[in-house]
């Protein structure tokens, strides 16, 4: 059964650790990253964009796909199903499809509004028992098209959005989505001590987890960073995986052509991926 992600999270908060949630594509990531965190006995946050909530055909769909497996595969760990970077729209679906959390972004509102939509969302959420994140200074890179450079939040205007009574925040950092170029200064450290001074105890969340250094991401959870987001690395070893089975010509053996022989490389990858950053997050064992 779906959990809400607020008990995952504080427990992680408190912990000194952190829940990575991955983005899922289609079934076999779904599967892959379902199968790993119970192997792994870790908790796990699946998040879905609203492009690839459209890809998959709908939330009705994910959450049909989601509650399917938890049973079939017997799933025992905790899982949270999260719509990610969500607008406003997208929420009020996901709400009614029956994800178990949400994340609303309004920061490329001016804050007076991000604090109006946050606030009805707080309340609709509050009244069906999911979890919400809010989302404050803009994450760089790309997403879903939008590409921008790593802000860094401001930490007033993250107390404003925290009060409003959500469950966990994701503040820029100078963390960007996708690969990180060369030039990429790191993560502010500073930023995030401010904003952890403002906020106090509320969970955070470091979007753009892929190839941030491990002892930075070690540091942002000692500074009470408890959600990570993973899915570009994910994306990078499920296609080297395939690219390596197809230029090995071994969809060309027997009936290595059959989608569950061809994408069978890649789930792998995926499952091996998300045992490293589970295993980095220090979430292992603690379901």
């Known amino acids: 059964m779906l959990v809400s992600a607020k008990e995952m999270l504080d427990k992680a ?7 990575g949630q991955f983005n899922i594509n289609n079934l076999e990531w779904t599967k892959a990253i379902l199968l790993t965190a119970e192997e792994l006995k870790s908790p796990v946050i699946l998040g879905v964009s609203e492009g690839a909530g459209k890809y998959m055909t709908g939330y009705k769909t994910v959450v049909g796909m989601v509650n399917g497996m938890l049973e079939e595969l017997k799933i025992t760990v905790p899982v949270a199903l999260h719509l990610d970077h969500g607008s406003y729209d997208g929420c009020m679906k996901c709400i009614e499809a029956g994800f178990s959390s949400v994340m609303f972004d309004g920061s490329h509102y001016p804050i007076a509004e991000n604090i109006e939509k946050t606030t009805e969302l707080v309340k609709i959420c509050r009244d069906k ?8 200074g803009s994450i760089g890179g790309e997403e879903d098209g939008v590409v921008g450079m790593g802000e860094c ?23 960007i989505h996708g690969k990180y170029p060369a030039n990429w200064p790191g993560l502010s450290f500073e930023t995030l001590e401010a904003v952890k001074e403002k906020v106090g105890d509320m969970p955070l969340v470091l979007h753009g987890g892929t190839g941030i250094p491990a002892d930075m991401i070690k540091k942002a959870i000692s500074l009470g960073v408890a ?6 690395e994910c994306q990078l070893s499920f296609a080297a995986a395939t690219r390596e089975y197809i230029e090995a010509g071994k969809d060309q053996q027997g009936k290595g052509y059959d989608p ?22 220090g979430s292992v064992g603690k379901a």
Do not use: H, W
């Not at 993250?158 to 409003?164: E, F, G, H, N, P």
């Not at 959600?227 to 570009?232: A, G, P, Q, Y």
């Open 13 to 19: 908060r408190e912990g000194k650790y952190a829940v």
């Open 129 to 136: 028992g999911l979890s919400i994140e809010a989302e404050v």
């Open 153 to 175: 939040a401001d930490p007033n205007e993250c107390k404003a959005i925290a009060d409003l009574g959500i469950d966990f925040l994701a503040a820029g950092i100078g963390n």
């Open 227 to 232: 959600k990570i987001n993973v899915n570009t």
């Open 260 to 281: 569950r022989k061809l994408l069978a490389p890649g789930t792998e990858a995926i499952k091996a991926t998300v045992k490293e950053k589970m295993e980095l997050f």
